[in-house]
């Protein structure tokens, strides 16, 4: 008896080491996504949200992948946080790195479960800890399908995107306001829509040295141009419409854009024209003419809603429809440090000697041009307090929460 028991201990205390060995040794794989967020934090990539291929609800999963080593992108090594996420199960939010410290994420909006989800949510690193900051002044109605861009002075832009009527029927429309979130000062404010393109979701933007944000297609009624770009003036608050010339891409939703690492040219990858030809495109930010670059390496399949972020000299294409994820990794890597000839690689290898530098796209840029004095005229538009958990009902929702519906979007899949 006594024997039985000390080979029942013996065994048991086996199986629970095999079971910590296995659980150390089976690296963290997140499930293929698309409309999550990715955001750039000292150098390390957090990934939240967004929907499963089934158009459901992501789970709570929160994690990141360090770039501050050199890796192979067929072996990721995911940082799994998941255990300390406070965030419900959410898609199609902004987010950014901003705060006090400059080094917060500040996630905004999407969509989710009716009520249990919070306007704005941030996450500090340093502390590996999420709060839920109180935000004064206008408050806003929940948007999502939107990109959230962060100036150099800690304020991020949301601008159009969709929003839920408030009719019973939760119809989707189209928001048409730009939304200032100060995450210094933790205030809401509005930007000027006088001049601003028609309203649209899905759109990719980007922020430029001159403290000017470009906005570029998307969707509105319809699969929107290119033929025609947007410049908001962050200082002087103010829209100003590009004509575009060269090759202009096609129509196209979904898609992601990042600014070349000179500062010059926009770079947009993927989207609904999914065309592997028509999948990479450069704007030159000089003369507004577009045309295909050169490229080298394995051409990957084109992606849509999926996310970009410039990490030293590459490109970070992440998640998103479009590709297989048994054959092609979740992470794609241009290298666009040569403007003659950009390279699809497999290898992220750091900067020699700035690997600590957090962002080279911001940091290389020539400093902004405009003085910042003309911030402070930035405006609080009226006190209303709406509700924070303004989700109309989801007449799709299963087990899981939320079933995104992209049949509603009238759009191509
Ligand atoms: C935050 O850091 C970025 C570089 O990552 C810099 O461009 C920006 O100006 C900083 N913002 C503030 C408010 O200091
Ligand atoms: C912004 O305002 C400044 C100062 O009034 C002016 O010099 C500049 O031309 C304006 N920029 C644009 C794009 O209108
Ligand atoms: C900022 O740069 C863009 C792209 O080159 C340009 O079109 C725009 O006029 C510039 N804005 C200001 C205020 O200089
Ligand atoms: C961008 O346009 C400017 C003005 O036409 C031109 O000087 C420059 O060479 C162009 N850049 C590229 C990469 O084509
Ligand atoms: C919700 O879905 C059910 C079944 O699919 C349908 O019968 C019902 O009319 C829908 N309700 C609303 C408000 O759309």
């Not at 992601?256 to 690492?261: D, F, P, Q, T, Y």
């Not at 996310?307 to 030293?312: L, W």
């Not at 690689?345 to 911001?362: A, C, E, G, H, R």
Request: net charge negative; hydrophobic share 40%; aromatic share 12%.
């Amino acid at each position: 008896m006594f024997k039985m028991i000390a080979t029942y201990i013996i065994f048991w205390v086996l199986i629970q080491l095999l079971v910590e060995i296995n659980c150390q040794m089976i690296p963290f794989k997140p499930k293929q996504r698309y409309l999550h967020t990715a955001t750039l934090i000292n150098n390390k990539l957090y990934i939240l949200g967004g929907f499963y291929l089934n158009h459901k609800l992501s789970g709570n999963e929160f994690f990141y992948l360090d770039f501050s080593v050199p890796f192979n992108t067929q072996n990721l090594l995911w940082q799994d946080l998941s255990s300390i996420n406070i965030v419900p199960p959410h898609g199609a939010a902004a987010t950014v790195k901003g705060g006090a410290n400059n080094n917060t994420l500040f996630l905004y909006g999407g969509v989710s479960k009716r009520i249990i989800m919070e306007l704005v949510y941030a996450y500090d690193p340093q502390e590996n800890a999420w709060s839920t900051p109180t935000i004064v002044g206008l408050n806003t109605i929940r948007k999502r399908n939107l990109i959230g861009i962060m100036d150099y002075n800690g304020k991020m832009y949301l601008w159009s995107g969709l929003v839920f009527d408030n009719n019973p029927k939760g119809k989707l429309t189209l928001a048409d306001d730009m939304l200032i979130l100060d995450t210094i000062n933790l205030n809401w404010g509005k930007g000027s829509s006088v001049g601003a393109p028609t309203p649209r979701f899905n759109y990719a933007a980007v922020m430029l040295a001159n403290n000017s944000i470009i906005y570029l297609g998307g969707y509105g009624n319809k699969e929107l141009e290119l033929s025609e770009v947007y410049i908001y003036d962050t200082i002087n608050d103010s829209w100003d419409i590009k004509e575009t010339s060269g090759k202009i891409p096609s129509n196209r939703n979904g898609f992601s854009a990042v600014l070349g690492l000179d500062g010059q040219k926009i770079i947009i990858f993927g989207g609904t024209a999914t065309d592997a030809e028509n999948s990479l495109c450069i704007l030159n930010l000089t003369d507004f003419e577009w045309y295909i670059p050169k490229i080298s390496g394995q051409i990957p399949k084109g992606r849509m809603y999926h996310q970009a972020n410039v990490i030293g000299n590459y490109m970070v294409i992440s998640f998103g429809m479009g590709y297989d994820q048994l054959t092609e990794s979740d992470i794609l890597l241009l290298d666009i440090n040569n403007n003659d000839e950009y390279t699809w690689t497999n290898d992220f290898i750091t900067l020699p000697s700035s690997s600590s530098v957090p962002s080279p796209t911001v940091t290389q840029l020539s400093p902004p041009t405009n003085s910042p004095i003309l911030q402070q005229q930035s405006v609080a538009v009226g006190t209303i307090l709406g509700s924070l958990f303004d989700d109309s009902p989801q007449n799709n929702s299963d087990d899981n929460g939320v079933q995104e519906q992209p049949e509603k979007w009238n759009l191509k899949f």
